[in-house]
């Protein structure tokens, strides 16, 4: 795989950048469950993303060796995207922060949270620093 130079010397800092650029993530998502498909398919299931943006996420990709771009020379050029080895790699690796991400979406707000939260409420507003007595009176 060929990760562009990161400027920490990282190699995970290099991928997470490609990963993180838009588009990316549903690209390589639509070519993990199609297989090998043809750009204005991948255009087709991506409402709202220009050609351009396509085209640079694609050549990124690639770039990357992430994705395997295979052109025939038809006319007009028949040209499919299909994911590489590595690409293959990085999905399995997606599916399981996907299923984390699910995991934690459907999670309750942990207690601890919660309380931290009523305190700093507290603190905010001044609760906490009236008398307990003054609490319960009503007026």
């Not at 920490?8 to 993530?25: E, K, N, Q, V």
């Not at 709202?48 to 007009?76: F, N």
């Not at 931290?116 to 620093?129: L, M």
């Amino acid at each position: 795989m060929k990760l562009p130079p990161s400027s920490f010397g990282c190699p995970l800092d290099s991928l997470l950048r490609i990963l993180s650029g838009p588009w990316t993530i549903y690209i390589l998502c639509r070519l993990h469950k199609n297989g090998e498909t043809r750009f204005g398919e991948l255009k087709r299931q991506m409402p709202g993303i220009s050609s351009k943006m396509l085209t640079e996420r694609l050549r990124t990709l690639e770039g990357a060796e992430i994705i395997y771009r295979h052109q025939e020379p038809t006319v007009p050029p028949k040209v499919t995207y299909e994911l590489t080895t590595e690409g293959r790699e990085l999905t399995n690796i997606l599916d399981q922060i996907n299923t984390l991400a699910y995991q934690w979406q459907d999670q309750e707000p942990k207690k601890a949270n919660t309380n931290r939260q009523v305190k700093e409420a507290k603190r905010r507003t001044g609760i906490s620093k009236a008398p307990v007595s003054l609490l319960n009176k009503r007026g």
